[in-house]
């Protein structure tokens, strides 16, 4: 059916949709497209994803994606056949050296089109809001600008329409999620979206986010092991008074912690022009980032949460930007932009002699496909921080530091060639 109008003309008298009633037919081209462009079957083309991508980004159910063809028809998205597309394209092998303009894949054009041939034709589904989220990552990790900031951007649109957002605020396209995986799979879509969100704008100088902030009764993704097993467990909130319940969750949700907090930076101080209150957030800021940063330091599973851990760092590297000039414009000086200064440079330092060769290391250590876009920019920023240190000291410490970032830098680059922009 046509996308009903009334939505944005008339939203009080609209009345809210089936959750697949504006997606593509079972009947549509694209359902045999899809296993004619890989040559492989389904279930290879899913085992290979949720090994490599998922573990470090879960925001998709595997059980749901496995009832799928088990369900009624009105259960059944059709764009789905074009998220099993993007699995593909996100786990097919690297051209070595890589293709200089992976854009021309045949591949991603024909996942390009049938994006567009979706948006164009009214359609709006869950599974084409996770394409969305997919394509924008291999854009991302691919370097491919600035289609990776409008895709992302049109993820976040869609996503806001079909309220994912916000479950009690935002005007309602479908009916309510019919079971507790379906609405946890949302709210995890929706995470996934602001994770991106924040991570495109690390480097982007000021460019407005995509998704809005989480609302502050907003919870975090369940835990990633009951949530890969299909099991009901309890969500932990986003908002606590401070981040001593980092044991209990996942490394998605620390994932999320963490972008929640850069987003926080990415805004800071465009609100406001009175710098005592900038710096008074800022401060807190800082104390909720490092608090944060040593919880997941002193993990055993620290493998398992590099995103998070990397996010951190890009955070603190981004508050340390603003704050780093010794010689202000302000008229007045406050004693709080010192000690400020002095907090954001030793835990620049720290992370770069001791945190980002750690994650440098375990990048090595990974299986290629399973390397996170994620962990990029704090690596390469930790690069340049320790260069300047060994301008200006000639620590011998951060000379090992550097060589081992570079190193890992270089192997990140195999996985996702934008690190070789980086390097």
């Known amino acids: 059916m046509p996308f009903p109008a009334a939505f944005f003309l008339d939203n009080e008298s609209f009345r809210a949709l089936g959750a697949n009633t504006l997606s593509w037919g079972l009947d549509h081209p694209l359902q045999q497209g899809a296993s ?9 083309v899913c085992s290979k994803y949720f090994s490599s991508v998922h573990p470090w980004f879960s925001f998709l159910s595997q059980k749901r994606l496995n009832n799928g063809d088990k369900g009624s028809s009105a259960d059944l998205d059709g764009c789905e056949p074009l998220l099993i597309l993007c699995f593909g394209l996100l786990t097919e092998k690297l051209v070595n050296p890589p293709q200089e303009r992976p854009q021309t894949s045949k591949l991603y054009s024909s996942i390009r089109a049938s994006v567009s041939a979706a948006v164009d034709g009214g359609c709006v589904s869950l599974r084409l809001v996770q394409s969305l989220v997919l394509l924008s990552l291999y854009e991302l990790g691919h370097a491919i600008y600035p289609a990776a900031y409008l895709t992302l951007a049109q993820a976040a649109r869609m996503g806001t329409l079909m309220g994912l957002q916000s479950k009690t605020k935002a005007s309602r396209l479908f009916t309510p999620a019919n ?42 993704p369940v835990n990633d092991t009951s949530w890969d097993a299909g099991q009901v467990v309890a969500n932990e909130p986003l908002y606590t008074t401070e981040f001593c319940c980092v044991a209990m969750v996942s490394p998605l949700a620390r994932t999320c912690q963490a972008a929640h907090m850069l987003g926080k930076i990415v805004q800071h101080g465009r609100d406001t022009e009175d710098p005592a209150h900038s710096l008074a957030e800022a401060l807190q800021i800082h104390r909720a980032l490092s608090s944060l940063l040593s919880n997941l330091e002193l993990r055993e ?62 990048i090595q250590d990974q299986g290629n496909l399973a390397k ?11 690069a340049n921080i320790c260069a300047w240190f060994i301008r200006e000291d000639h620590d ?28």
């Open 301 to 362: 599973d620290l493998e398992s949460n590099l995103s998070a851990l990397s996010l951190c760092c890009s955070a603190i590297f981004l508050l340390y930007d603003r704050y780093q000039a010794n010689e202000s414009d302000e008229m007045v000086r406050l004693p709080a932009e010192t000690e400020l200064q002095h907090r954001t440079l030793e835990s620049i330092r720290g992370i770069a002699s001791s945190t980002a060769p750690k994650i440098a290391q375990k």
């Open 36 to 44: 004619n462009l890989f040559g492989v079957d389904r279930t290879e």
């Open 396 to 423: 011998p410490m951060m000379y090992e530091a550097l060589e081992a970032i570079v190193t890992g830098l270089k192997d990140l680059q195999a996985r996702w060639p934008v690190a070789g922009k980086l390097n």
């Open 372 to 382: 996170s876009l994620l962990n990029g920019p704090s690596l390469y920023r930790a």
């Open 179 to 220: 079971s507790w995986t379906l609405r946890e799979e949302q709210r995890r879509t929706w995470w996934a979206i602001l994770i991106l969100d924040r991570f495109a704008n690390i480097g982007a100088g000021g460019q407005s986010l995509c998704a809005p902030d989480p609302t502050s009764t907003d919870l975090l």
